[in-house]
Nanobody, 116 residues
Framework: VRLVETGGGSVQAGGSLRLSCAKS????????MGWFRQAPGKAREFVAS????????NYTASVKGRFTISRDGTNDAVYLQMNNLKPEDTAVYYC??????????WGQGTQVTVSS
C-alpha cells in the first residue's frame, strides 16, 4: 500500500494550493491522518492532523487560520487546503495516515515553493 500525493507547485506569496493524498489500496482502516513538512536544512515538522475519533483538527501555530485539513467520506484520502501562503511555507510536504493496527504510512512528498 502506498500513499499518493498530488497538488504541490510554485505560487507567489498570498496564493493558494490544495494538496491531496490517497491510499493506493483500501486495505486498512484509518485511525488518524496528518501532514508534515520539511524545509531545506531543517527537520521534518508537524503541520496538521485529523483525529477520526471525534477530536478537533490540530494545527501548528504558524498555519492556523490559513491551512485546513480535511478528509474524504471513506477516510481513504486526506487533503490540505493552504491559503495566504508565505515564503516560509516553502518545503516538501508529506502526508501521514495512521492505521488502527501497524505502522504509519507516509506519502512520497510533494514540493511547495512560495516566492515573495
Amino acid at each position: 500500500v502506498r500513499l499518493v500525493e498530488t497538488g504541490g507547485g510554485s505560487v507567489q506569496a498570498g496564493g493558494s494550493l490544495r494538496l491531496s493524498c490517497a491510499k493506493s489500496e483500501r486495505t486498512f482502516t484509518t485511525n488518524a491522518m496528518g501532514w508534515f513538512r520539511q524545509a531545506p536544512g531543517k527537520a521534518r515538522e508537524f503541520v496538521a492532523s485529523l483525529d477520526l475519533n471525534g477530536g478537533p483538527p490540530n494545527y501548528t501555530a504558524s498555519v492556523k487560520g490559513r491551512f485546513t485539513i480535511s478528509r474524504d467520506g471513506t477516510n481513504d484520502a486526506v487533503y490540505l487546503q493552504m491559503n495566504n501562503l508565505k515564503p516560509e511555507d516553502t518545503a516538501v510536504y508529506y502526508c501521514q495516515i495512521r492505521p488502527w493496527l501497524g505502522s504509519d504510512y507516509w506519502g512520497q512528498g510533494t514540493q511547495v515553493t512560495v516566492s515573495s
